[in-house]
């Protein structure tokens, strides 16, 4: 179960990332200054991500015990990173827009801050493996 979630968390952090990156490159593959996201997307992933990682591991092993508390922190550095972005999104929907025009700058802001619990669910997946 914690093996499938950790997965599930990773496709969706790649989810919530190509949504992002996919309206930047222009005609030339160049970086625009801004892009128009789809909301429903990075709405959808950032709430699958919140939801994972809710079983009970106590009668578990230490390495499934430590992999989950790892994977519970990168979600923790995930919504930090998302969570003003998503919301914006959210507000968009509730207006009836189904898009959010996005800074190149917030875009970088944020690809950097998914290197954290990227890494971190990598980790857990490690720790589970062995």
């Not at 519970?72 to 998302?82: G, K, M, S």
């Not at 190149?104 to 062995?130: C, G, H, I, S």
Request: charged letters at 20%; glycine letters at 4%; aromatic letters at 8%.
């Amino acid at each position: 179960m914690l093996l499938g979630d950790l997965a599930a968390a990773v496709s969706e952090l790649n989810n919530y990332h190509w949504t992002l990156f996919e309206d930047f490159l222009d005609s030339r593959r160049m970086m625009k200054p801004s892009a128009v996201v789809r909301c429903q997307p990075i709405v959808g992933a950032h709430d699958h991500i919140l939801s994972l990682f809710s079983f009970d591991v106590s009668n578990s092993g230490p390495a499934v015990q430590n992999a989950r508390s790892v994977a519970i922190e990168a979600v923790r550095l995930f919504d930090l990173a998302a969570a003003d972005w998503t919301n914006s999104c959210r507000q968009a929907i509730v207006e009836g827009n189904e898009t959010n025009v996005i800074g190149r700058a917030k875009y970088e802001e944020m690809t950097k801050a998914f290197a954290a619990p990227d890494q971190l669910w990598n980790q857990a997946m490690r720790v589970l493996d062995e």
